[in-house]
C-alpha cells in the first residue's frame, strides 16, 4: 500500500486564541486561560508542555530539523488551555497534514484509511471527523494518536469505543474460560461485568491494557 500524498487533501480551518486568564508562553507560543488563574491554570500549562515534549518527540521521529507546533498538537494544547480533561479526536484533515507536512509520508494504517476513501477520479472523500468513520477506521486513527501523544487522553467517540471495548471483553473472556478449563475450575459468571465504572473509567482502563 502506498504511503505517498493523499490526493487533494483539504486544509484545516485556523483557529485564534480568545479569553482572558493567565498567560504563558510555551515552545514560541502563547496559551491564555480563560477565566482561570493559580493552581489551575498552573495544571493546564503544565499539560500543556507535556503536550510539546510528544511533540518534540514525534518531530524527531518524522525526521523534522527544527520542532515546532503542528496541527495535533496544537488542537490538544488549545483543548487543555480550555479545561478539557479528555480531548476530542482532531478532524482528519489535521491529523493528515501533520503528517504529511512533517516528512511527505503517511503512516500505513492511515495511509490505508485515506486511501481507502480515494474515489475513480483520484480524489479524496474521507469523513472529516472520526466520528463518521467506521469503526475499524476510527480505532486506528485513535490508537495512531495514542502513540504519537501518550500524554494526551484522547477521546474516542463513544459509539466507537463500544466496538472496542467489546472487541476486548469478547478475547477477555476467552482468555478466562481456558484458564479455568486449565485450573479445572467452572468457567466464570459471563454476566460479570470485566470493567467496571463510568464510560470515561473503562475507556482510560481499556488504553491501559490495549
Known amino acids: 500500500m502506498s504511503t505517498g500524498k493523499p490526493p487533494n487533501i483539504r486544509r484545516r480551518k485556523s483557529r485564534t486564541d480568545d479569553g482572558k486568564g493567565d498567560r504563558r ?26 503536550v510539546w515534549r510528544d511533540n518534540e518527540i514525534f518531530c524527531q521521529r518524522q525526521l523534522v530539523a527544527e520542532p515546532s507546533w ?11 488551555r480550555k479545561g478539557d480533561l479528555r480531548i476530542q479526536i482532531p478532524p482528519i484533515d489535521d491529523i493528515v497534514g501533520t503528517y504529511w507536512e512533517a516528512d511527505q509520508t503517511l503512516p500505513s494504517k492511515l495511509s490505508e484509511i485515506v486511501w481507502s476513501y480515494v474515489d475513480d477520479d483520484c480524489s479524496t472523500a474521507y469523513p472529516d471527523e472520526v466520528a463518521a468513520m467506521q ?28 466496538v472496542q471495548l467489546k472487541r476486548h471483553e469478547r478475547i477477555a473472556r476467552l482468555s478466562l474460560e481456558k484458564l479455568a478449563k486449565i485450573k479445572n475450575e467452572p468457567p466464570p459468571d459471563p454476566s460479570t461485568p470485566l470493567i467496571a465504572g463510568t464510560y470515561h473509567e473503562a475507556l482510560t482502563a481499556n488504553r491501559q491494557v490495549a
Do not use: C
Open 25 to 50: 508562553m510555551i515552545a514560541g507560543k502563547r496559551f491564555r486561560t480563560p477565566g482561570v488563574s493559580g493552581p489551575e491554570a498552573n495544571k493546564r500549562f503544565d499539560r500543556i508542555e507535556d
Open 70 to 80: 503542528n496541527y495535533i498538537a496544537q488542537w490538544a494544547a488549545e483543548s487543555i
Open 135 to 162: 469503526s475499524a477506521a476510527a480505532i486506528e486513527v485513535y490508537e495512531i494518536l495514542s502513540e504519537a501523544f501518550p500524554s494526551v487522553s484522547w477521546d474516542l467517540p463513544k459509539h466507537h469505543y463500544d
